[in-house]
């Protein structure tokens, strides 16, 4: 028997990780970090003989710190870290690259085989919290959580809770996960500001039609310009609408730009057994929503889908916030809420 299931593990800190998840985006890993981390997951568990399936993942985040100089409202750049140096003695080369410190919490959706005790799944959830402490996210490396000792068991204890019990106990498991913000995917948003740059009569009249990715791009910014008004007043207007100040550009996984080429045909590949195919990153916008404004549990957990035929190989939420939405650049939100392949 077959059992689906959550797996909740709070307050997790990483140190190190790679903040810039695109050319778009730095201040928190991918979504995408999140995936590969619960697949690697999956394996470790495997090897562990724990018999679970992880089928989608949650992200709530609490603390972020990117590692960052510079002081108030100028320019800021990453902290760099020296290379050790060469077997000749030379110094090495300068890589730059962007690192954070981040505390967050992961909601699972799991499936079991058999039937499990409230003891056997206390026992489930810690061992796996203990894989998990082994590997890494996006680079970085895994901690002991700070709030052991000092926090109620409920925010620090990682928990395994049957699905159905979980869902009726959402309107009060939602708020142990506060202060925090899911990520969503708002591409709904991407159609709405291409059809406002439509009706804009100078897009019309002098400027060739917009395309999408000049709506993702105006999505991306915030411009602010001034108007004085008759009376000699200035008032500075921006183009970011109220409430908008959580919206930011996503990389949602990865499209293809080549053909399939056959396992072992591609030198230099990581893997001489898998299909090798050139990809690139595949941006969409997303939102960072407080947990307590989710009726629903699986409109922020995400899941992988692939299509070779169009060559999309991304991650969606298992359910959208906004049901009469349809995404803008890539095919429309799926409607299975199940955990089911």
């Not at 050139?278 to 009726?295: D, K, M, N, Y």
Request: hydrophobic share 40%; glycine share 8%.
């Amino acid at each position: 028997m077959t059992q689906t299931d959550y797996l909740l593990l709070p307050r997790l800190r990483v140190q190190n990780a790679n903040a810039i998840s695109g050319p778009f985006t730095h201040g928190f890993p991918s979504i995408t970090a999140f995936m590969g981390l619960m697949w690697a997951l999956e394996r470790k568990c495997a090897q562990a003989k724990i018999e679970i399936q992880f089928k989608a993942v949650g992200v709530i985040a609490h603390k972020t710190q990117e590692l960052i100089a510079g002081e108030g409202y100028g320019a800021k750049a990453f902290q760099q870290m020296r290379r050790p140096v060469s077997k000749k003695g030379e110094s090495a080369p300068m890589q730059e690259e962007g690192r954070m410190h981040l505390e967050f919490s992961l909601l699972f959706g799991v499936k079991i085989i058999g039937y499990l005790s409230e003891t056997e799944r206390s026992e489930m959830a810690h061992k796996i919290l203990e894989i998990l402490q082994t590997m890494r996210l996006a680079g970085g490396i895994f901690l002991p959580s700070a709030l052991f000792g000092a926090a109620p068991s409920y925010k620090v204890i990682p928990r395994l809770i049957q699905a159905e019990r979980f869902e009726k106990d959402w309107w009060k498991e939602k708020y142990r996960l506060l202060p925090g913000f899911a990520l969503i995917e708002r591409a709904d948003l991407l159609e709405e500001r291409f059809q406002a740059l439509l009706k804009k009569p100078e897009t019309e009249e002098k400027l060739p039609k917009p395309t999408y990715l000049e709506a993702f791009l105006s999505l991306c910014a915030v411009r602010s310009w001034a108007v004085t008004h008759e009376d000699g007043k200035v008032e500075w207007q921006s183009d970011r609408q109220k409430g908008a100040g959580w919206i930011v550009p996503i990389s949602v996984g990865y499209g293809a730009i080549g053909p399939i080429h056959p396992a072992g045909s591609v030198r230099g590949a990581r893997d001489s057994k898998t299909a090798f195919r050139a990809v690139e990153s595949l941006q969409s916008i997303g939102e960072w929503r407080s947990p307590h404004r989710f009726e629903k549990i699986s409109a922020f957990l995400w899941r992988a889908e692939s299509d070779a035929e169009k060559g999309l190989y991304r991650c969606r939420n298992l359910e959208s916030v906004f049901p009469n939405s349809e995404e803008a650049l890539f095919v429309k939100q799926n409607d299975s809420l199940n955990f089911d392949d």
